[in-house]
Structure formats: C-alpha cells, structure tokens
C-alpha cells in the first residue's frame, strides 16, 4: 500500500485552530501514516517562534541570567493550545523535566529541539497517532552529520511495527545518545528521511503557502505559483534564499525519487508545487523557473599580471580560506583577476583583515580590493540551457533600473545565473527580473 509522509511546519501547527486543520488533513486520508511536527511558529508577523524562545531560553541560562519568564511563556502558550483543543494531556510533567534539565546544565541542542517534542505530544494525542521520540530513530555520526544508513535501518524496522505516528521533526541522537538538532528549518529534512526509511509514495510538506512562488512573496506582490520542478531546481533556489524548504531536503529522497509536494495548509484543496527528478519544460510560456537571493556578502577581488600563466596561483589564494575554515560562495574569474564571494558570516571576529594581510603576503596581489554589502540574486530553471536571450534579459531589466551589476557568474550547469548587486539594490532587483519574465494576468 502507498504511504504519505506529511510534514507540518511551524506555521501550520502555531495555534489550536492551526491544530484542527492539521487534523482534518491527517485524517481526511488513511494513506497519511507518518507525521512529522515543527515546533509552533508565528501566529501574526510579529510574534516569536518556540524555537526562537527556546535558543533565548538557553542563552540566558549560559550567562547566569534568570530564564524563567521566557520558558513560562513556552509553557502558556503550549497550555493554550492544550486547552483551545480540549484535550485531558497534561504537560506539567515534560515542563518540569525541560527545565530540570536546563538548570543541570544541557546542550543548546537539547533545549532547542523539545519545541517538536512537545508538540509531536500534542499531536499524537490529537490525531490518536503513536508518538515515537527521533532521538530513537534519527541518528548523526560522531561528526555530528545525519547517518542515513543506520537511520534507515532502525526506522525501517520501528515503522514496520507501527502502522501511524507522529515523529518530532528537527533532531535526532548523536552516537552517545544525546539530542543533535539539523541547522535551523531542519524539519524539513527529518520528513524527507522518513519519507526515504519507508520508501512513501510522496513527502507532503505542509506550509502556509501554495506551493514554491516564482520569487518570494515577502518581495515581489502575489508572485506565481511553480507546477513543478526539478530536485536540483529546488536545491538552487532554496539554497540561494527561497526559504520554503531547507536546502538540504532533497537528498534523502533524491536517489529514490520520492517526489515532494509543497501544500498550503490553510488551503488544503491547491494542489501545490511537484518536486521531482525531471519535470517537463514548458519555456514558452516563462522560460526561468525561479528567483531567489540573499543578501550580506562580502567580495574579495584581485588581480595580477599574467594570473593564468602562473601556475597554482588560485590554488595558493584558496589555501589560504581552507587554512582559516572560510567556505566561499563563487570564485568568478577572469584572465588576470579572480574574485572571492564569501558570506559575511563566515568573516566575522577579524576573519576578512586576517584573510587580507595572508593574501597580500602570500600571493602579492597587483590590486586588492573588498566590495562588502554585496546580494546575490540567483535567476534558476532548466529552460535556459534551451532558449538564447535568458542572459540579455536578466542584464537589460537591471540596467533600466539603474541597478549596478558587480559580479556575474553562471553555473557549469547553464540551469542558473547569479548577479552580484548591492544589498539596497536586492528588492528592486528581484522585482524588476520577475517582471521581465513573468507576463502580467
Ligand atoms: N519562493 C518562495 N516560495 C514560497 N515561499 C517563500 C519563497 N521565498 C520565501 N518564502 C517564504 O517561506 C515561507 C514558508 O517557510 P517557513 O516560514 O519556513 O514555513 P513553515 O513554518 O511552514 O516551515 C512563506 O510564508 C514565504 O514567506
Ligand atoms: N522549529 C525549527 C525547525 C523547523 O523546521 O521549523 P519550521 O518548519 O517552522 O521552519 C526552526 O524554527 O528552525
């Protein structure tokens, strides 16, 4: 028989009333067996998710300060929920043991990860699933990275024995046994590795959206939704911002083609977005598939006489980001220049001036130069390798809004090309190149 795995985030399980319509979507279909909870999100935009609470909790304890009143907050709004719902759980107990645990000193990652918890308990009381601890089932290596292997074989055989449950999203076990979060959104890659353990038909994941949008709706107006798409579509825009799946979602499923479908909870009659292995191009119609970006980048240009004749030269000048753990974007490159393209997270503490003084040293750059507050704005589809022009479009729409292009740089893969702009410029760029492909109703 075919099983869905169906995933709720944050947004879909923030309030009693959002509990209900998660019900009635469970148990509108017996092929809905395995659940996998976020913790409660943002009921109105400016409210504060659990998770976010939880990693306050935690900090406030490490620096001695008193977090009770936050975790009192944690609690009230799980007690509403519990009591919007009418259901006789009582929560005290796991309450106590949370902030017992706390005060005893625990990890971040413990802290953060019973937002899921508790709500898999509420869950699974509500929809009369059993609740299964992913501490139990999701396991990390000694490093800290998901063990799919050992995963798939211990869910396999748990599954196998019980026929519908709820399984916290967001964490697992470490090989010691102690709680090991995914990085933040991860719940989307908890139900894509039940989704892989018991080979389902599809892993829904449920949101409060309709599916993947053409460009984020925070950015451009009611932008149109995407039919379908490809896993390594979706990897391109997640990974560059679209922020509706974490980016690490598709490779639990990918070798299996299991497809996702994004859902909107608060309709659940859309169909959403397919993500599969291949979907069809329709490029006559709008030839991109997607845009997303992100913003706070900083470029680290340079140039020198006769770079490639030099042998090893880009290699001496990426030695120097391994030897200081610095990941970078994109190296875009020309005949005597090559620019570096690294996330200002990754130059904090005196990271960049160390990075700058090494390179001078090491590779007596002709001309150094740091373009900080830099975007990155990624225009991705498969339809590009097919249809000339995708490129002249992107740059026109641009130049007619006085944006400044820094950096340009296009995949091997001809499925993406990215524009480095200045962070102000973000918004009107994302706009202006949804415009010059999507035509109006
Ligand atoms: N291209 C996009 N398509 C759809 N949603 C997007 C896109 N880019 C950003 N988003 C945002 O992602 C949000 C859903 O992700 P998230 O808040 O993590 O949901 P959940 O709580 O359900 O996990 C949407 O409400 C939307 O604002
Ligand atoms: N609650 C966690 C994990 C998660 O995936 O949440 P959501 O599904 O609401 O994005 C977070 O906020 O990071």
Redesign the pocket.
Known sequence: MSIKVSK?????L?SAEQFKKVKEIILSDESRQYVVP?AP??RYSSDTKVTDMLYKCHQLYSEGLDFKPTFDIICNRYEEIVNDLKLGLDLTPHFNEIYTTIVKGTTLDYVASRGEYLNGIILSELINFQFIDAKDIIFFNEEGRLDLDKTKEVMRQRLSNTPFAVIPGFYGALPNGEVKIFSR?G??ISGAVVARAIKAEVYE?????S?????????VNN?K??DKITYRELRE?SYM?????HEETIFPVLEAGIPIN?RN?NIPTDPGTLILKHAEVNIEKIPIT???GKKDFTVIAIEKNQMNAQIGYVRKLLSIFEEHRVSFEHIPSGIDSVSVVVDDQQLQNGKLETLVKEIRNQCCPDLLEVHPNMALVATVGHGMAYRPGIAATIFSALYEANVNIRMIDQGASEINIIVGIENEDFEKAIQVIYKAFVPEE
């Open positions: 709720f985030g944050g947004t879909s923030a976020s999100g943002k959104g719940s989307d994941n449920w949101t409060d959206v599916g993947l949008l053409i460009a984020d709706p925070g950015v932008p939704p995407i825009l911002g679209a922020k509706v799946l994004i909870t997607g845009i997303a």
